[in-house]
């Protein structure tokens, strides 16, 4: 049986790398994510477990927390038993009846506010000890973690702390087959990694609790390692979701991807190389602009 699935699986291997795609692209048709996407977040134990981790070096007895983007609750039920409050956010009116029956079999109906709606728009009736929230892509391109985020920390006790609290970005360049019609896709379930061409470099850092501006532009100046034609870079996103307690992406989470360069450019070994880097957060990595030139 084991046989059998190892050879369906790379019999597939092509058609899953789309698939894991599409089943992280949100869509206004369902307010968020397919069924399918929800199971595969539930069962990421490093995703859950980074968080989990951060839970616990923070003591939440007693605390008021907000969290936004609640989904199935996957976070959510780790720290609900011990807090005094909790305002619970979500955009997707098909959970309604999850989400409150969870709360209910649990008990905790006293000291749970659910609030279906827009997180980067709507007003908190007090201030919270901990606002958490993984509305995070790779990059922070697709998602709303820097919106939501901006515009919730207002109401962060002092003292109080976001989780996540900080996202590095960091690239290489390298070279990656892409089929007609794709910019960009997780490598997750490819069978090749990308012919990778320069070291990893760092793009930008956001910091959650400072971060406004939600354009990013930067020029990197990186030495090939490698010669060879590039095409793309290799991204990765480095979460700390409070310190000493990390994530650095899965197939459910901001998972490593390739993304096009607007042209392709031949690198030499040694030779420096500017990469040009433009996208806005919250928007879309198909329209986010890499590009080789002069460093």
């Known amino acids: 049986m084991k046989d059998q699935y190892l050879s369906e699986l790379i019999d597939q291997y092509d058609a899953l790398k789309y698939s894991l795609l599409e089943a992280q692209t949100f869509s206004e048709e369902h307010y968020g994510f397919p069924?399918?996407?929800?199971k595969i977040m539930e069962t990421d134990a490093k995703r859950v477990g980074a968080f989990q981790k951060a839970f616990a070096k923070y003591d939440f007895t007693d605390k008021v927390v907000c969290e936004a983007g609640v989904g199935t609750l996957a976070l959510t039920q780790h720290y609900l038993p011990y807090v005094k409050k909790a305002y619970l956010i979500e955009n997707n009116p098909d959970l309604r009846d999850f989400i409150e029956n969870f709360i209910t079999k649990g008990g905790w109906q006293d000291k749970v506010e659910v609030i279906f709606g827009d997180a980067m728009t709507l007003e908190l009736p007090e201030e919270v000890d901990y606002i958490v929230g993984e509305l995070m892509s790779i990059y922070c391109a697709n998602e709303y973690q820097v919106q939501i985020f901006s515009h919730l920390r207002k109401f962060l006790k002092s003292?109080?702390?976001l989780l996540p609290e900080r996202i590095v970005?960091?690239?290489q360049l390298v070279h990656a087959d892409f089929e007609e019609g794709h910019k960009h896709y997780p490598i997750n379930f490819t069978r090749h990694l990308p012919e990778q061409l320069s070291l990893q470099s760092i793009v930008n850092t956001i910091d959650l609790y400072q971060v406004t501006n939600l354009d990013v532009d930067v020029t990197l100046t990186i030495h090939p390692v490698m010669t060879g034609m590039c095409n793309s870079i290799y991204m990765h996103s480095l979460i700390q979701v409070a310190e000493d307690c990390n994530f650095t992406g899965t197939d459910s989470l901001m998972p490593p991807t390739v993304c096009k360069l607007?042209?392709?450019?031949?690198?030499?070994?040694?030779?420096?190389?500017?990469?040009?880097?433009?996208?806005r957060y919250g928007t879309s990595l198909d329209e986010a602009k890499f590009w080789i030139g002069s460093p």
Do not use: T
């Open 159 to 161: 003292g109080g702390k």
């Open 35 to 38: 069924p399918i996407y929800y």
């Open 262 to 279: 607007e042209a392709p450019a031949q690198l030499k070994q040694g030779q420096a190389v500017g990469l040009h880097c433009q996208f």
């Open 169 to 171: 970005n960091v690239a």
